[in-house]
Nanobody, 123 residues
Framework: QVQLVESGGGLVQAGDSLTLSCAASARTFSSYHMGWFRQAPGKEREFVASISWNGGTTYYQHSVKGRFTISRGNAKNTLSLQMNSLNPEDTAVYYC????????????????WGQGTQVTVSS
């Protein structure tokens, strides 16, 4: 089992920035492809961004391109999502996920999921 724990969420105003983190309890973290997803109230979970095992390939949902940056620190078993220029439409519970298969921009059937962290953006 791979345990994933998200952190860094909070309440911010439009235009602010937040950095989300995902800590992985896995000795072989560097072998996993990672993704960020989010789910807003009344909506289905959607893809936000993904990164390949070595960080060489990334994909972003159109609405976050240029604002969000996904990165990983394999030596520290961490995944990050830097979010800039936040707007109320970014309000959601954000989840990190891991899998040995790289799904790119697809939702994918990720094997492991975190519990989520709440991001609320007020206007």
């Amino acid at each position: 089992q791979v345990q994933l724990v998200e952190s860094g969420g909070g309440l911010v105003q439009a235009g602010d920035s937040l950095t989300l983190s995902c800590a992985a309890s896995a000795r072989t973290f560097s072998s996993y492809h990672m993704g960020w997803f989010r789910q807003a109230p009344g909506k289905e979970r959607e893809f936000v961004a993904s990164i390949s095992w070595n960080g060489g390939t990334t994909y972003y949902q159109h609405s976050v391109k240029g604002r969000f940056t996904i990165s990983r620190g394999n030596a520290k078993n961490t995944l990050s999502l830097q979010m800039n220029s936040l707007n109320p439409e970014d309000t959601a519970v954000y989840y990190c996920a891991a899998d040995h298969t790289y799904y790119g921009e697809r939702y994918g059937e990720y094997d492991y999921w975190g519990q989520g962290t709440q991001v609320t953006v007020s206007s």
